[in-house]
Nanobody, 126 residues
């Protein structure tokens, strides 16, 4: 079965850290957009970070310097290390996989992603 499964969410205090993982089953994460998105209650889903086909990485400005995206193609795993968490980071976090061979800022567009995980909740208290 083709699927993405996130794990690693939880509740932390402001300034804490969490590491999210995304495991791909029946699907290769290589040479495509791979991204982390988040959605807070009442808000639209937004991109947090992505890696494109050439392993170029981008982050939304609000997480730069605090979050790190990485992936292990040999294990079909993607990660999001989140440090210095803030209450405004509270959201459901989703990993997603896009069409093959996409690159650059197109990977910031959630509409190019064709496979999504079920989401994992991250709650940051003041």
């Amino acid at each position: 079965q083709v699927q993405l499964v996130e794990s690693g969410g939880g509740s932390v205090q402001s300034g804490g850290s969490l590491r999210l993982s995304c495991a791909a089953a029946g699907y290769s994460i290589s040479f495509r957009c791979m991204g982390w998105f988040r959605q807070a209650p009442g808000k639209e889903r937004e991109v947090v970070a992505f890696i494109d086909r050439g392993s170029i990485i981008n982050y939304v400005d609000t997480v730069k310097g605090r979050f790190t995206i990485s992936q292990d193609n040999s294990k079909n795993l993607m990660y999001l290390q989140m440090n210095s968490l803030k209450p405004e980071d509270t959201a459901t976090y989703y990993c997603a996989a896009g069409s093959v061979w996409l690159a650059g800022l197109v990977c910031a567009n959630k509409d190019v992603y064709t496979l999504w995980g079920q989401g994992t909740q991250v709650t940051v208290s003041p």
